[in-house]
């Protein structure tokens, strides 16, 4: 029993220390963005590794999510005569929930890990050290231009996401099952609110791209300086990512579309 | 010698420095001179806490007690902005090297002198290939940091270090494992630099005949105190026991062979 209230107290403290530091992190990474305004080259690149290499896995995944979307979404309306709907229903699901969702969980797992691989790899290798000792701060110069482009980029994932997402629907809908072609599009043009729907799903993607930036940076700077150490980061930098964009979803949405 | 010197010819400074991690004390109450100019050593066998001597001088880290000076300055009462003044005035060499690995020898070496100066392309490119020029590795400015051996890695950080031609390098252990050839090479880089750019040079390290081949005064740590001091020659005839085994490089005397255990015969005759 004592044992386990001490472990418990050994828990908190620690975790509350972590985010204490993490908050710290964030704090000197948004200072230092000002750094990077007037050197854009540092950003460009970050934007190419961070989002540019994510365009692939996006493209793919939304293609296949709004063909899955169409499928089932045609066999459901279909029973109440509804199949011209099918626009509405791929689109609001999509740029809703899925686009945003989606596409961040695919974002933690292809550029959120790979961030916080480099980082705790840098400072394995004593790199972020070594910059200290240049008196190069190494949060301004390293953290900073990475957590932009992730913040600027994962909007811009997701919007794609749900662009791809709904040709798809498109693709399954109207060429293979035969719903009506214009009748898809138009009644998606009635539905979907733009306040409603499209900017709403951009706050979240706003939302979870900083977050999971925030995560994936922060347990690179933190990790332990070995191998062991920074494969244990990168799961958490999955985990977390992962619990924290599902968890603030709910939360949005409930904001948003909920009168709770 | 470096004790009697007078404080202006000090460019480093330590009174008093205890330092501890966790319940394993560091140091206690070390103090130590480094004489302007000069190559000093510090020496001791492996977690006698070296590096961590030199993150304390760095500023990397803050002692528990005692005071830093480096050039005059009091390391850790300065303000964040002026450690990083202070800090271009240091050069350290790490152990790894520490180069920026998604950049060539080229950029790496530049990387300083873009970050904090605002001088044009072409002078940099000059400055470059002159302190490369002195570390012998003009050739290999197109080559990355992965296609470097370590002889060759070390020197590269080496011409980074002194690329704003800083007052003093920290060496953190130069001669861990290099092959004869690098090593020769690296005894007489550090001791040419240190003389033709007129640094001083601080180096960490527990490699005896190297060390003492350049330096002019060692300081021998262990258990966190300085336990002997002088130049080469005064510590090669030390009448310390410890400071005999440590320079010899004997398996066993007033450091013993095997870690503290239980007698042998017990150990071996125990059930469990």
Redesign the interface.
Same mark, same amino acid.
């Given at each position: 029993m004592f044992q386990f209230l001490q472990n418990l107290g050994k828990t908190t403290r620690s975790s509350f220390a972590k985010l204490g530091r993490a908050s710290f992190f964030l704090s000197h990474t948004l200072t230092g963005i000002s750094d990077v305004v007037p050197r854009p080259n540092l950003l460009i690149k970050q934007v190419y590794s961070v989002g540019v290499l994510s365009f692939l896995i996006i493209t793919i995944s939304g293609l296949f999510v709004g063909m899955v979307l169409g499928l089932q979404g045609f066999n459901i309306l279909s029973d109440f005569g509804a199949e011209e709907s099918l626009g509405v229903m791929v689109a609001a699901s999509l740029v809703r929930e899925l686009g945003p969702v989606v596409s961040a969980l695919l974002f933690a797992g292809r550029a959120g890990s790979a961030l916080t691989a480099e980082i705790g790899l =840098?400072k394995a290798? &004593?790199?972020l050290? +070594?910059? &200290?000792? =240049? $008196?190069?701060?190494p949060i301004k110069?390293i953290i900073s231009p990475r957590f932009l482009a992730g913040f600027l980029s994962m909007p811009l994932l997701a919007a794609l996401f749900s662009a791809i997402g709904i040709m798809g629907g498109h693709l399954v809908g109207v060429g293979m099952l035969g719903v009506d072609d214009g009748a898809f599009w138009a009644q998606m043009q009635a539905s979907i609110d733009f306040q409603e729907d499209i900017i709403n799903g951009v706050i979240k993607s706003v939302v979870f791209g900083f977050v999971v930036s925030w995560i994936a940076l922060f347990e690179g700077y933190d990790a332990i300086p070995t191998s062991e150490g920074v494969s244990r980061a990168t799961t958490r930098t999955v985990v977390n990512s992962a619990f924290s964009v599902l968890a603030l979803d709910f939360i949005l949405t409930a904001l948003m579309f909920g009168d709770i | 010698m470096a004790n009697s010197a007078s404080p202006e010819d000090n460019i480093v400074s330590i009174s008093n420095l205890s330092f501890s991690r966790g319940p394993r004390k560091i140091f206690d109450a070390v103090s130590l001179e480094i004489q302007r100019g000069k190559v000093t050593a510090i020496m001791g066998p492996s977690g006698t806490g070296k590096t961590t001597l030199l993150k304390l001088i +760095?500023g990397?880290l803050a002692p528990d007690r005692g005071q830093i000076h480096v050039d005059g300055q009091n390391v850790h009462r300065l303000k964040t902005r002026e450690l990083? &003044?202070l800090?271009?005035r =240091? +050069?350290?060499l790490?152990?790894?090297g $520490?180069?920026?690995?998604d950049m060539s020898v080229y950029d790496n070496v530049a990387?300083?002198m873009r &970050?904090?100066t605002h001088l044009p392309e072409s002078m940099i490119r000059t400055l470059v290939l002159m302190k490369l020029h002195a570390v012998g590795l003009r050739g290999a400015r197109h080559l990355m940091p992965n296609e470097l051996s370590g002889g060759m890695a070390r020197r590269v $950080?080496l011409a980074?270090a002194i690329a704003?031609d800083p007052l003093m390098i920290m060496y953190d252990e130069p001669f861990t494992g290099q092959d004869p050839i690098s090593k020769g090479a690296l005894v007489h880089l550090i001791k040419s630099l240190n003389t033709t750019l007129g640094l001083t040079s601080i180096i960490v390290s527990h490699d005896v005949q190297e060390t003492a081949a350049i330096a002019d005064y060692i300081y021998v740590l262990s258990g966190g105190k300085i336990i002997g001091q002088g130049t080469p020659q005064e510590l090669q005839q030390s009448d310390s026991e410890w400071v005999q085994q440590f320079m010899h490089g004997d398996a066993d005397g007033p450091v013993h062979f095997h870690y503290s255990a239980p007698d042998y015969l017990d150990d071996l005759l125990a059930s469990k």
């Open positions: =840098m290798t &004593e790199q050290s +070594g910059m &200290e000792m =240049m $008196a190069v701060d110069r | +760095g990397q990083y &003044e800090r271009k =240091m +050069g350290m790490f152990q790894s $520490a180069l920026l690995t990387f300083p &970050e904090h $950080a980074r704003l």
